[in-house]
């Protein structure tokens, strides 16, 4: 059983479309995640959520939305692509102050 | 703020050295620490944790110690094989809420036959 699933793996578009990435964690976790990983492998986190609050990065553009049907889903919904918004972006979840599981990664390619 | 900063490589060892790779920190607070290796086209994955000073995580024959005093968490392994070859990565979260994962840049670690 995948702990932490996320789809698509890889995803493709052109700049100026709007995509979502989906994640479901079966861990029982309360917060989730997302992670952006650039080029150089730096990993950054964007959001997380669990049932009280959305925390945002501050650097993370407006374009970018979380949406959290359920406690076991955070969903990533992506406006107005940019070449720029090309990386690997990673779903995690955990209990609180404990070690994230982390999903597959979806590599997003904008052309 | 958090930061991680932990030595930049890549790495290159041959098989059976010892490794070390050096991770320091700085927190507002008491963090728990964590290692994270990614193989390559894959997620991360937690290697091992510590959540308080002095304490050691383990696994897989990797080691680090939680030293408070020199707010470091440097990862250890005796006798490292190809397998290992991956990119490490250093990581601390404080204990309340949602703060998540602050990481370090990762070091990639190539392991020679």
């Known amino acids: 059983d995948t702990a932490v699933s996320q789809t698509p793996k890889y995803l493709v578009t052109q700049m100026g479309n709007d995509k979502s990435i989906k994640c479901e964690q079966n861990l029982g976790h309360d917060t989730m995640y997302w992670y952006k990983q650039d080029s150089k492998k730096f990993l950054k986190i964007m959001f997380s959520y669990n049932n009280k609050e959305l925390i945002i990065n501050e650097t993370v553009p407006n374009r970018f939305s979380p949406k959290s049907p359920d406690k076991a889903h955070l969903n990533l919904h992506i406006n107005s692509l940019e070449l720029g918004d090309s990386a690997v972006y990673f779903c995690a979840s955990s209990q609180e102050g404990g070690g994230a599981f982390f999903g597959q990664g979806t590599r997003l390619t904008v052309v | 703020g958090n930061s991680v900063t932990q030595m930049e490589g890549p790495v290159t060892l041959s098989e059976e050295a010892f490794l070390t790779i050096n991770c320091t920190y700085t927190?507002?607070?008491?963090?728990?620490l964590f290692w994270y290796v990614q193989y390559p086209g894959e997620g991360l994955q937690l290697l091992l944790k510590a959540t308080k000073a002095d304490d050691k995580g383990s696994n897989k024959g990797f080691e680090a110690t939680y030293r408070k005093e020199t707010t470091s968490f440097h990862l250890e392994k005796g006798s490292v094989q190809v397998s290992d070859s991956a990119v490490y990565f250093c990581?601390?979260?404080?204990?309340?809420?949602?703060?998540?994962?602050?990481f370090g840049k990762g070091t990639h670690l190539i392991i020679q036959p």
């Open positions: 990581a601390l979260t404080l204990r309340r809420g949602a703060d998540g994962l602050t």
């Open positions: 927190a507002t607070g008491y963090p728990s």
